[in-house]
């Protein structure tokens, strides 16, 4: 979604800068690492256990390119409309419902696939899993944008309202 914002705000002048968006992927990423091995933690399982389930054919990225352009569309659908204060609850739901209404179970973000990489439980992958979701990703972004152009042709007008600004942050617009 970050990548998103980048890509469809910059001719606008809204959204992430580059330098945002690298600070933001590096932040997503130890994020959700720190979050997996929190969670292993929690259920007394070692703290890095490096997931064995593999996830791989295209099946299953399909159900990646699903669950990455559907939520790419809804945020910027929501930003676009002027209700982007509904967005992390549709999110939450959206993700909660694409678990199941994909095969890949909806990781739709490559911060994501990484950090479950990092446990052995249901919720896990492969670390040798981890390109081809990320890659599957990478075209769900590409088929997002795609037909959010189509659809909405000014979104990109609307990429500083799918990020939050944090007070006096001009690298941000809204």
């Given at each position: 979604?970050?990548?998103?914002?980048?890509?469809?705000?910059?001719r606008a002048?809204a959204?992430?800068?580059?330098?945002d968006?690298g600070?933001?992927?590096?932040?997503?990423t130890?994020?959700?690492?720190?979050?997996a091995v929190?969670?292993?933690?929690?259920?007394?399982?070692?703290?890095v256990?490096?997931?064995?389930?593999h996830?791989?054919?295209g099946?299953?990225?399909?159900?990646?390119?699903v669950?990455t352009?559907?939520?790419?569309?809804l945020?910027?659908?929501?930003a676009?409309?002027?209700?982007?204060?509904?967005?992390?609850?549709?999110?939450?739901?959206?993700i909660?419902?694409?678990?199941?209404f994909?095969s890949?179970?909806s990781?739709?973000?490559?911060?994501?696939?990484?950090?479950?990489?990092f446990?052995?439980?249901?919720?896990?992958?492969?670390p040798v899993?981890?390109?081809?979701?990320?890659?599957a990703?990478?075209?769900g972004?590409?088929?997002?944008?795609?037909l959010l152009?189509?659809?909405y042709?000014?979104?990109?007008?609307?990429?500083?309202d799918?990020?939050v600004?944090?007070?006096g942050?001009?690298?941000?617009?809204?």
């Open positions: 979604m970050s990548a998103a914002d980048w890509f469809l705000g910059r002048g959204g992430l800068s580059g330098r968006l600070g933001y992927v590096v932040a997503q130890v994020g959700a690492i720190a979050g929190l969670a292993d933690l929690m259920f007394k399982l070692p703290a256990d490096f997931s064995d389930k996830r791989t054919g099946d299953l990225w399909l159900g990646e390119v669950a352009a559907g939520l790419l569309l945020i910027f659908a929501l676009r409309s002027g209700r982007a204060s509904v967005a992390p609850a549709a999110v939450g739901a959206y909660g419902a694409a678990y199941w994909t890949s179970t990781f739709a973000n490559p911060a994501v696939t990484v950090g479950r990489a446990t052995d439980t249901f919720a896990g992958i492969a899993s981890v390109p081809g979701f990320i890659v990703q990478l075209v972004l590409a088929v997002g944008v795609g152009l189509a659809l042709p000014s979104v990109g007008s609307a990429a500083g799918v990020v600004a944090h007070p942050d001009e690298s941000v617009r809204s």
